[in-house]
């Protein structure tokens, strides 16, 4: 496997602080196990001494055990430690392997257990122990000093050889639920329970399948299970391997006794395996690893390998992060550290900075890797050394993978360090860019993709304009009609969906446009249907606008482009009424023009009853005033069509009308009679099969009696000033009367049979109307003398206008005279007869007045004469009571009238009882009179009356007094 290498770690000593003393220094300590977590590097030697340094390197001891440390786990969540050692007094003296749990937040120097449980007893006794691997050079087998536990007995001497222990391996979960210790002969030790308030033990053995030479456990390693409980439930996997195999077992809450699962891991030796966070199991065999599990796997189920050391031995194997560290034998004298990013295949070490003579331990800790290692020591004497490997900052390795070109590489490991959006997104442009130089397109527009959203799609585009490049550009414009903002808006415009669609056409790739119509894309369908036309894909294009409803454009293709007419009234059949009155108005004209039937008979439909679509018939209909533009050039449709509608019009109650539905009405009836009323209706230039001549006839009188019914019968349905002027512009005569009879306009009709000569019918009219109007018989009498003018004979009509207006008295015989002598042609018997009842009415009218006069005279007379004999002579009254009739007798009260009252009788003093009431309404009467003066409308209203003599009207108004009051006086000269 071709690696890069690539410097992600910077290598440096670290430095201890000055220790307490020397037995403190981490230099010349001879570890035998070690662990990390918690904020500490943790070591255990074979004088069993912890000891655990910080960040600082500062260092806290204490003695854990009589013996030797042998095994350490740190749990990560929590500070505590749990160890296994050898607390026997003496090494003559039997093993006593012991499991203590330590707490390391409480800042003892010697603190105690918190747990302690041994692993052996007389029923279960200790396998033989494995040669603990010591610093010093094992093929030395030098004596160790073991001093006394007193301190006063001198110390011991013990060969390098005399430590042992049965334990291999120890694993202990998170929640301190499950520990396990792998021994020298194949079991494995089980303690479920908390470790801290109490223990049980299980004991298991090794399986026949995985029976091994050595019998060794090399790894435990606990993994929670896909059915992890909740609570005090709990599901774990545990993976055991051995020297030449390895098993995985089951451990739940609900169940005493472990269940083996099938697996195909292989063995590995001590410090050679090791699990990922995703639960992939990595085991180094010889120079290759081997990996079971992970995500989306099995436990235990192979999934590859891989040889990173490049044919180099692999000692010791781990994880930090997503890197794998390999500690790998490169001669008898120097091991070689690397860090694997093996997903990547980037080798993030250089080699010749991490050689190390004798690696003893890898730990991880503060996002560092430290490495202990030891010279060669030939004196029994130790001398190492602490390293750590510092991951460089992200920009820095992002500088790197991009100077290398490693572009995948650097969009992981911005993603794993949480970078922003715009910051990844940059990171694929890069990518795309360089794969586009490359002449990858198809890896660049997979990079492209990456970007959608926040670069601009136009930087992409720009790019794969060639016309070799458009298969290219379909894939990321589908994709960018694929994808949508944070606001669910689409992110593709109407100018991606033009090129998109542009780029199938070019194509020709019916397919793809199929899918296009078929999947649910965020684009504009208007600007799709619009391209698919000028592409000539005019079904697509229909179908496109069906699927989004787009009505309108549907029927656009279908009138503009296919010609389609009868499809397109079809398909308006099939809408609700709003939907269908738009189309009609929009596409309404044109298809009167080809399809003038069936076009016109929708048309009916929609301003009468919609029965179409998804609608129940409705009481509601479009208004037909804005479908007349439809049948320009086709006047005998517009007539059918507004027939139809008229009739239904006329059966709606009129207290169901709204203003709307009147002024629909008054244009209705307006229209269709201009239609009855045009001469010469224009022929339509298309011809239907189911036009008839029946329909289409132009049989104007017909429509001339069907006008006239119309204005007949339908007074208050249409304007009759507007009938009025079309009848008037159409010369129809006998709407022209009924409408100057139906407005009053009687002189109209007079002037209208003068215009034509109609004297017969002038003196009809004045028949007819001269009630109303008499002024109409002068009018008349004007016309004859007119007539007289031009030789016509009109002596008998005369006469006869003559006798009316004597009998009705309408103008002064003067007046009549002086009229009729306008005409030289006037004979003296045409108006002898006239002038003779003129004369003989004046005289009798004449000797009428004179005794009226007489007779007023005379009673002017008396009064006066009553007045003087009043004011001047006795007067005489009646004895007796006017009343009562009985004789007065005193308090009598006299008027006078000559009436005398007894006062007990009369009821008013003032008044005289018998004369009061004629005498009330005298005055009331002179009352009203004298309020009269300010009000001459009735004066001017009789005085207008035909017939009135307006002489005798002035006069009667100046015996009323009604011209009295006081005036001004004229201004002085």
């Not at 330590?102 to 122990?129: C, H, K, V």
């Not at 669910?488 to 194509?507: F, G, I, S, V, W």
């Not at 549907?554 to 269908?580: N, P, W």
Request: net charge negative.
């Amino acid at each position: 496997m071709a690696l890069t290498n690539l410097q992600f770690f910077d290598v440096e000593t670290v430095k201890e602080e000055t220790p307490r003393g020397p037995q403190f220094a981490l230099h010349n300590m001879e570890c035998l196990c070690w662990t990390s977590g918690g904020g500490r590097l943790v070591f255990g030697d074979h004088l069993g001494n912890i000891r655990m340094y910080d960040r600082s390197m500062k260092c806290q001891q204490f003695n854990a055990y009589k013996g030797p440390v042998t095994h350490l786990h740190q749990i990560k969540s929590v500070k505590y430690l749990v160890s296994i050692g050898d607390d026997r007094e003496s090494l003559h003296e039997q093993q006593q392997i012991k499991v203590k749990i330590w707490t390391l937040d409480r800042g003892y120097d010697q603190p105690a257990p918190l747990q302690i449980m041994s692993l052996f007893n007389q029923s279960y006794p200790s396998p033989e122990g494995r040669r603990l691997l010591l610093n010093l050079n094992p093929d030395l087998d030098l004596d160790y000093e073991i001093p006394s536990v007193d301190g006063e007995q001198p110390p011991t001497k013990v060969k390098q050889s005399s430590f042992t222990s049965p334990v291999t391996c120890l694993d202990v979960t998170e929640d301190l639920r499950l520990l396990a210790v792998g021994l020298t002969n194949g079991d494995v030790i089980l303690a479920k329970g908390h470790l801290i308030t109490g223990l049980r033990q299980t004991q298991l053995r090794r399986v026949a399948e995985c029976t091994s030479r050595t019998r060794d456990v090399t790894y435990l390693q606990f993994r929670p299970s896909n059915s992890t409980g909740t609570g005090r439930d709990y599901s774990y996997n545990l993976n055991v391997v051995y020297n030449d195999a390895g098993t995985i077992w089951n451990v739940t809450s609900s169940s005493s006794t472990p269940v083996a699962l099938e697996t195909q891991v292989t063995g590995g030796l001590p410090g050679n395996c090791c699990m990922s966070v995703d639960g992939t199991l990595a085991i180094a065999q010889n120079d290759t690893l081997h990996f079971y599990g992970g995500a989306d796997m099995q436990p235990g189920e192979q999934r590859g390998s891989q040889r990173p050391a490049g044919g180099s031995m692999i000692k010791k194997l781990g994880i930090f992060r997503n890197y794998y560290y390999v500690v790998a034998r490169i001669d008898n004298f120097k091991d070689q550290l690397s860090v694997y990013d093996l997903q990547n295949r980037i080798r993030a070490t250089v080699s010749n900075q991490c050689y190390f003579p004798n690696i003893i331990c890898v730990l991880v800790e503060w996002s560092n890797i430290f490495v202990l290692h030891q010279e060669d020591s030939t004196d029994g004497t130790v001398r190492q050394r602490l390293f750590q490997l510092e991951e460089k900052d992200t920009q820095t390795k992002l500088d790197l993978l991009f100077n290398t070109k490693k572009y995948n590489v650097a969009i992981e490991l911005a993603k794993a360090q949480q970078f922003d959006v715009t910051a990844v997104t940059e990171i694929h442009r890069k990518f795309g860019d360089y794969l586009y130089q490359k002449s990858d397109y198809a890896g660049a527009v997979r990079q492209y993709i990456a970007t959608i959203g926040h670069l601009e799609p136009s930087y992409v585009i720009r790019r794969f304009l060639d016309a070799q490049q458009i298969p290219h550009l379909t894939i990321y414009l589908e994709e960018l009609h694929g994808r949508r903002d944070n606001a669910d808006r689409p992110l593709a415009n109407e100018d991606h969906t033009t090129l998109l669609l542009n780029c199938y056409t070019k194509q020709k790739d019916e397919q793809k446009l199929n899918d296009f119509i078929g999947e649910d894309r965020a684009y504009n369908p208007e600007t799709a249907i619009k391209v698919l036309r000028q592409a000539g894909y005019y079904n697509h294009a229909l179908n496109l606008a069906r699927k989004f409803n787009e009505h309108s454009l549907y029927l656009s293709v279908q009138v503009e482009d296919l010609k389609c007419y009868e499809e397109a009234l079809s398909y308006i059949q099939t809408l609700d009424f709003d939907d269908a009155e738009k189309q009609l108005q929009e596409y309404g004209k044109i298809l009167v023009s080809k399809k003038p039937t069936k076009a016109t008979e929708l048309l009916r439909e929609i301003c009468t009853r919609w029965k179409h679509g998804a609608d129940q018939p409705r009481v509601a209909s479009a208004n037909p005033d804005q479908f007349l533009s439809c049948f320009v050039d086709m006047p005998h449709y517009l007539m059918m069509f507004l027939e139809v509608v008229k009739n239904d019009l006329d059966k709606r109650p009129p207290s169901e009308e709204s203003v709307k539905e009147k002024e629909k009405k008054t244009m209705v009836y307006n229209t269709l009679l201009e239609l009855y009323l045009t001469a010469n209706l224009k022929q339509p230039s298309v011809m239907e099969d189911d036009d008839s001549d029946s329909e289409l006839n132009n049989d104007y009188e017909g429509r001339k009696e069907k006008a006239l019914a119309l204005l007949r019968s339908n007074k208050e349905k249409y304007d009759r000033e507007h009938a009025l002027i079309l009848v008037q512009t159409h010369n129809f005569r006998e709407g022209i009367l009924y409408l100057y009879e139906s407005l009053g306009l009687y002189q109209d009709i007079l002037q209208y049979y003068m215009d034509i000569g109609d004297k017969d019918e002038v003196i009809n009219t004045c028949k007819r109307f001269g009630k109303q109007d008499p002024n109409m018989w002068v009018q008349v009498l004007l016309y004859f003398v007119s007539l007289q003018k031009k030789d016509d004979d009109v002596t008998l009509e005369m006469q006869d206008v003559l006798k009316k207006i004597d009998e009705e008295n309408l103008l002064p015989p003067l007046v009549v005279v002086e009229i009729l002598g306008r005409s030289t042609e006037t004979h003296l018997d045409t108006i002898k007869d006239y002038v003779v009842k003129r004369l003989e009415k004046d005289m009798l009218a004449i000797s009428k007045d004179q005794q009226e006069i007489r007779q007023l005279q005379a009673l002017t007379h008396q009064y006066r004469k009553q007045i003087v004999s009043q004011q001047s002579e006795a007067q005489i009254f009646l004895l007796n009571c006017a009343i009562c009739d009985r004789p007065l007798e005193l308090p009598t009260v006299h008027f006078m009238c000559n009436h005398s009252y007894h006062q007990s009788c009369l009821s008013e003093s003032d008044k005289c009882s018998v004369c009061s009431a004629g005498f009330s309404q005298t005055l009331d009467h002179a009352k009203q009179l004298e309020e009269a003066v300010e009000d001459h409308q009735p004066f001017f209203r009789q005085l207008s009356q035909p017939g009135q003599d307006g002489f005798s009207v002035v006069s009667e108004y100046f015996g009323r007094s009604i011209f009295n009051g006081e005036y001004p006086a004229p201004p002085s000269m």
